[in-house]
């Protein structure tokens, strides 16, 4: 079964302690990326891979980092996270096609107090 | 860069009726135009998507039609069903493996 798995799937941190939201796939897609949902600001994207070692910055990077060490994971980290990130986040892949098609995480609930 | 707008925000329609939801962008360099369908507290789905080499798209109910000399894009759905309520998002991109600019949202009801 296509999945896309995220952890942890609710997370309440404190300002400044270094968090990473883990991304995996199962289905050997090359192109992963990881969004942000706010309310009233609705989707937007962070940061985007097309493949191992090939990582790109989306619409708001600022304040976190992710790496591609290998094509099943994307890890999401914040260095320093501030409350200002809190949100609710969501890791995809992507397939291509007549329509192209993306799996995306079930979510990452994340409060920074 | 890319400034994707949507409209409506907010759309109710009957049940049977047509829903068009309409967004515009911005950067002419943009070529791949997706939309997403969110169901209340669950993740986003890819419904549709649309590339510059074409002018318009059906999968069943749900249609798009691109305009690049206008800038813009739109995403009809037929024969609404209740099923359809969600927030639909429209997107722009160079291309499916690029940054991706998302437009606001639009909370579509369909009433029974």
């Known amino acids: 079964e296509a999945q896309v798995t995220q952890n942890p799937r609710y997370l309440i941190t404190v300002t400044g302690k270094k968090l990473t939201v883990t991304c995996s796939q199962n289905?050997?897609?090359?192109?992963m990326s990881w969004y942000r949902q706010d309310p009233g600001l609705g989707l937007r994207q962070i940061y985007y891979?097309?493949?191992?070692?090939?990582?790109d910055k989306g619409d708001v990077p600022e304040g976190y980092k992710v790496s591609r060490k290998e094509k099943r994971n994307f890890p999401l980290i914040l260095e320093s996270p501030s409350p200002n990130q809190t949100s609710l986040y969501f890791c995809?892949?992507?397939?291509?096609?007549?329509?192209?098609?993306?799996?995306f995480g079930p979510g990452t609930r994340l409060t920074v107090l | 860069g890319e400034n994707v707008e949507q409209h409506p925000s907010t759309l109710s329609v009957q049940e049977g009726d047509s829903a068009v939801i309409k967004c515009t962008y911005s950067?002419?360099?943009?070529?791949?135009f997706p939309w997403y369908k969110q169901e209340l507290g669950k993740r986003p789905q890819l419904i549709i998507d649309?590339?510059?080499?074409?002018g318009e798209k059906k999968d069943q109910r749900i249609a798009v039609t691109l305009n690049k000399t206008a800038k813009h894009f739109s995403l009809h759905i037929t024969e609404t069903q209740p099923e359809d309520s969600a927030v639909y998002f429209c997107?722009?991109?160079?291309?499916?493996?690029?940054?991706?600019?998302f437009g606001p949202g639009t909370s579509l009801s369909v009433i029974p």
């Open positions: 995809a892949t992507r397939r291509p096609g007549q329509t192209d098609t993306q799996y």
């Open positions: 649309i590339r510059s080499n074409v």
């Open positions: 289905m050997n897609h090359e192109y």
């Open positions: 891979s097309m493949n191992v070692e090939v990582t």
């Open positions: 950067d002419s360099a943009s070529n791949y």
């Open positions: 997107a722009a991109s160079i291309s499916s493996y690029d940054k991706v600019i």
